[in-house]
Nanobody, 116 residues
Framework: QVQVTESGGASVQAGGSLNLTCRAS????????YFWHRQAPGKEREFVSA???????TYAPSVEGRFTLAQDNAKNTVFLQMNRLEPEDTAMYYC??????????WGQGTQVTVSS
């Protein structure tokens, strides 16, 4: 199964920025769609952002205008730039990749904590 690795989570103050990275590896012939999800303590996991085959990023309304998803095709990597962070953004952030059956997987998550 494809390996998915997230990084970049940290503790920041409200108004700050973080850049999360998601990298997929293991199958050089795979092409991926990328999804970011997050889960806060006591809450259900929610969609954050996606980059599908059309190359156009989409965002949840709660992060639209503050988060930007970009891709490095050569490295099977996406970057989630998060600006103007709010305490409500505190969560474990998970990257999911999707494609043909062998080109799917989830990462272990990276923690983002935003203090007021």
């Amino acid at each position: 199964q494809v390996q998915v690795t997230e990084s970049g989570g940290a503790s920041v103050q409200a108004g700050g920025s973080l850049n999360l990275t998601c990298r997929a590896s293991g199958y050089p012939f795979c092409t991926y769609e990328y999804f970011w999800h997050r889960q806060a303590p006591g809450k259900e996991r929610e969609f954050v952002s996606a980059l599908r085959d059309d190359g156009v990023p989409t965002y949840a309304p709660s992060v639209e205008g503050r988060f930007t998803l970009a891709q490095d095709n050569a490295k099977n990597t996406v970057f989630l730039q998060m600006n103007r962070l709010e305490p409500e953004d505190t969560a474990m952030y998970y990257c999911q990749v999707d494609g043909s059956p062998v080109c799917r997987g989830w990462g272990q998550g990276t923690q983002v904590t935003v203090s007021s």
